[in-house]
């Protein structure tokens, strides 16, 4: 691979500030510089500018290079041209088509760095991030992910530092390490051995992994099956690749990384195939510690900061045990109070990733209070609320937000997806209309804009919406999602059922095992009068969700319609037992026996 990385190196390394000595005497740690992290869900947030322009990128210890989505590319104007010969990015969902492109002046903290190279393609990584920033930018130095406290600081050890423990924080709590690969341009991930029921397994540290995750391979050395006591379905992940993947949560009695073991725990597993390692180590596990890469010495020290480790937020059944380290007691050597409001904005999007939302909420108020004039402390604390159940006081936020900022796009999607979730929705529109007239023709946004305006059932600008992030996403591991809502919304309008047809027929294509996708072309054959192939389709639909009310309520229509009266009426009535108003809101959009 002939991609340049060193502009990156050649600027930061110029700017140092030292730090307190570290344990050895003689050792002194310098820091080349510290990029600002605002969590978004699980996502470490780093604000850039390209050519002069903000953006938002994920801080991904897992991608070996910078990446730039080819959609983020297209909306900031910069040329493509083939990637290097050879060069294949592969993860999480499979392969992704690429290219490359030159930012002439990319700024990362503060720091303005010219003709810098990114790779082009990927999957949206979401959080209305451009892309990711990869190891040709952590690689360069030591490094420490404090994302609990919204940084992450590149380090310069001198060579006083070799033998010397590199927590400098740890005063008196107890801390681990593990070896790791010397990371190099052929293999610069951040990789390592750890014990998962006694198994040995590779792990490779990824901040971009928003959950840790296990490969089928590594759960089976460990001992455990798909078909085993205790395993769950947990639903679909994706990654830079084109593809979902089936997940699920099963326990393990044991994961030791390092010096610190967990017992009677629960961790995720995904039908993926990792090229070097067998488990993710996400950000989730960045999250709840303190952790220092120490590529000179081959080693990573980390502490814990408390909390759950990993993050089951999809998981329908309880985590075993405490999910916490044995014998390591929480952290709170070397965090310091915040200072400013930014700090308190950083720290309590890092409570909010890890739901806990009161500390978010009181960090974030804070904010708010230090800084009333800032639309963007407002917006974090509706969502901090908004995940806390109270919605009247995230309403309230949303409105201070857009007083404050009336062209914050984010804002007007999430107050019109929160009042399409109220008694009155009439006020909705008029936000989605405002955020369809901001938003870049490409921006990932309009795949939630095209989702709210479906709720409203307002399907032509629905349709419309959804046109214009296919047509930007034609390589995405959404899109088939996307094709879904396209096709769902001409179903339920009754209009342009042959698009509707084909854009499910191309979905369930993608994801034939998708209930969601079997029942939505399920409405369009019913409406086509294709009754046998939409009873197929909802066959298989509630074969997967056998409690799909809208599944039993259409194959309940196709079977009247085919003389099968007490074969439909007994699925009408069972749809009904499962939803009361099924009836009437299939009849809302002319849906009727």
């Given amino acids: 691979m002939r991609i340049r990385s060193s502009h990156v190196a050649l600027v930061i390394l110029g ?20 990029l600002a992290v605002t969590m978004s869900g699980l996502r470490p947030m780093v604000a850039t500018k390209i050519n002069g322009a903000d953006a938002l990128f994920i801080a991904d210890s897992g991608a070996f290079f910078s990446i730039i989505t080819a959609a983020s590319a297209a909306q900031f104007k910069l040329k493509l041209r083939p990637a290097p010969f050879g060069l294949k990015v592969e993860g999480v969902g499979g392969e992704a088509e690429i290219s490359a492109t030159t930012v002439d002046e990319f700024t990362l903290a503060n720091i303005a760095v010219h003709h810098l190279e990114f790779i082009v393609g990927g999957s949206e990584p979401g959080g209305s991030a451009a892309g990711l920033l990869g190891q040709n930018v952590f690689r360069i130095a030591d490094v420490e992910y404090d994302l609990a406290n919204g940084a992450i600081r590149l380090m310069r050890p001198d060579e006083g530092c070799r033998e010397a423990v590199l927590a400098y924080w740890v005063k008196s709590q107890p801390y681990s390490v593990l070896k790791i690969n010397r990371p190099s341009a052929a293999s610069p991930h951040t ?112 502490t814990y900061n408390g909390g759950p480790v990993f993050n089951l937020a999809n998981s329908p059944l309880p985590r075993a045990g405490t999910d916490s380290p044995e014998n390591s007691p929480q952290s709170t050597e070397g965090a310091q109070e915040p200072a400013d409001a930014a700090g308190f904005s950083r720290r309590g999007a890092a409570y909010a990733a890890r739901r806990d939302f009161e500390h978010a909420i009181a960090d974030l108020t804070r904010a708010c209070q230090m800084e009333p004039g800032e639309a963007k402390y407002f917006y974090q604390r509706a969502l901090a609320r908004l995940n806390n159940r109270q919605p ?155 409690g799909n009310a809208w599944s039993l309520y259409g194959r309940g229509l196709d079977k009247l319609r085919k003389g099968m009266a007490p074969e439909g009426q007994a699925d009408i009535d069972a749809a009904k037992a499962l939803r009361p108003q099924i009836a009437n809101e299939a009849a809302h959009y002319g849906i009727v026996p």
């Fill in 15 to 34: 700017l140092s500030a030292p730090l307190a000595p570290a344990f050895a005497d003689g050792c002194k740690l310098e820091q080349l510089a510290e």
């Fill in 191 to 302: 990789t390592g051995i750890a014990l998962l029921n006694g198994a040995r397994i590779r792990v490779v540290f990824d901040t971009g992994a928003e959950t840790s995750i296990l490969t089928l391979r590594a759960a089976k050395s460990a001992g455990v099956t798909l078909d085993g006591k205790g395993v769950v379905r947990a639903g679909h992940s994706y990654g830079i690749g084109r593809r979902t993947v089936d997940t699920w949560i099963a326990p393990f009695s044991s994961l030791k990384i390092g010096d610190e073991e967990i017992h009677d725990t629960r961790l995720r597993i995904g039908e993926v195939e990792l090229t070097n390692g067998d488990m993710l180590i996400g950000a989730d596990f960045f999250l709840s510690h303190r952790i220092y890469v120490a590529n000179r010495q081959g080693k990573l020290y980390f």
């Fill in 392 to 546: 009247s006081l995230a309403m309230a936020d949303l409105d201070a937000t857009l007083k404050l900022e009336p062209d914050h796009l984010n804002a007007l999607v999430a107050r019109a997806e929160l009042r399409l979730s109220g008694p009155d929705k009439s006020a909705a529109p008029s936000d989605l209309d405002a955020a369809d007239r901001l938003a870049p023709k490409e921006a990932n946004i309009r795949l939630g804009i095209a989702d709210a305006y479906s709720r409203a059932d307002l399907f032509a600008p629905a349709v419309a919406q959804y046109d214009l992030w296919i047509a930007a996403h034609k390589e995405d591991a959404k899109l088939a999602a996307a094709m879904n809502g396209r096709c769902w919304a001409r179903a339920l309008s009754g209009n342009d059922l042959d698009k509707a047809l084909a854009d499910c027929n191309a979905a369930v294509k993608i994801s034939r095992d998708s209930a969601q996708f079997l029942d939505s072309r399920g409405l369009v054959l019913l409406r086509l009068g294709k009754f046998d192939e939409s009873i197929a389709d909802y066959d298989a639909a509630l074969k997967r969700q056998p």
